[in-house]
């Protein structure tokens, strides 16, 4: 029987040996997910720079909407499990991307369920309540993510995509909005329409002293770092203070203020001219990428393997998240919300 690296978990040599990712061979996927080969989603969101200071830019941006900030801060899991949220909250954003139909929309599913129980409050400010689920909310941390994994690819990557491969891109984002509760209807189509998106956001973002303390938490990519990685002095720092200058460098200056974050222009000038061919070398190797990965996120390894090692899946099909859901008899979204409010009352 062959000795398989599951992609379905972590096994134990694969994740006390992430350099067992390289040589293993590794479990394909059950199809090709909501993508697959082709993709435009595959190809920016699969460039190194997507599942590092893009995912850290998305992370970080999100912290500035109050509602948002609230529920992280009220679980104080980003503080006292840094490192085992971020390898979960990637781990999930792979599955979406680059997992098949039925792990996606099975994660989905508990995702909202462990929201619905430790995802509601008061937000303390206004008094108002927030609801993780809440679709505004879901959109905001939807769009925000693809919006930053875009803007770092342009910025630190190959460049801009063509008009044909940007639309194909958003209309990709309107798809895996489906596995969350915000509306696909309400995904912009375009750069401008994404423009328009946060313009008409901003009135409502702000930066309490929490806020500001939790953003530049999630600049230190130290708490991701696994316990012999820290231990390695100056390249720990000097891979953090790679991480956090590239991120900041993306971060509009109107954002940097609310967040109290200074970073000179020289030092912008000079991440930029450093990022892209770092990235670029990255690029070149699929096994490379994935031992950080492994080493980075034990979770997203197993996900990410077979399209970084370029294993066909068992089944060479996409399906649209309707008929997932259908087929493996998992609620939708719209449908889990409602009936999870209900439990509520």
Request: aromatic share 10%; charged share 20%.
């Amino acid at each position: 029987m062959t000795d398989w690296v599951s992609t379905g978990g972590e096994t134990g040599s694969a994740r006390t040996k992430p350099l067992a990712w390289l040589t293993a061979p590794v479990e394909p996927a059950g199809d090709n997910g909501f993508f697959g080969p082709g993709s435009v989603t595959w190809k920016v969101w699969g460039y190194p720079t997507g599942l590092s200071v893009g995912f850290q830019r998305a992370v970080v941006t999100e912290e500035l909407d109050p509602f948002l900030v609230a529920s992280v801060q009220h679980t104080g899991k980003v503080y006292s499990q840094a490192r085992t949220r971020y390898d979960h909250t990637l781990a999930y954003f792979a599955t979406v991307l680059f997992g098949d139909t039925e792990t996606a929309t099975k994660s989905s599913a508990v995702l909202m369920k462990i929201h619905a129980k430790t995802g509601v409050g008061t937000e303390p400010v206004s008094g108002l309540p927030y609801d993780a689920n809440d679709p505004d909310s879901q959109l905001w941390i939807h769009l925000t993510a693809w919006h930053s994994i875009l803007y770092v690819y342009e910025q630190f990557g190959p460049g801009p995509l063509s008009d044909a491969e940007e639309h194909q891109f958003w209309n990709e984002c309107a798809i895996a909005a489906e596995l969350q509760t915000c509306d696909p209807d309400k995904v912009p189509r375009t750069r401008e329409g994404i423009r328009c998106y946060f313009e008409n956001i901003r009135p409502r973002l702000a930066a309490s002293e929490i806020t500001q303390q939790m953003m530049d938490h999630l600049l230190n990519a130290r708490v991701m770092y696994p316990p012999l990685l820290g231990k390695l002095g100056p390249f720990a720092w000097v891979a953090n203070k790679f991480l956090r200058t590239a991120t900041i460098a993306t971060l509009p200056h109107w954002q940097r203020d609310l967040a109290a974050i200074r970073q000179s222009r020289m030092a912008d000038l000079l991440v930029r001219l450093l990022a892209k061919p770092v990235f670029w070398g990255l690029s070149k190797s699929g096994r490379l990428q994935l031992a950080l990965l492994a080493w980075l996120s034990p979770s997203t390894a197993p996900i990410a393997a077979p399209f970084l090692r370029k294993i066909p899946a068992r089944e060479a099909r996409t399906l649209t998240p309707a008929a997932a859901f259908a087929q493996w008899h998992v609620q939708p979204p719209a449908e889990l919300f409602t009936q999870l409010h209900r439990r509520a009352e």
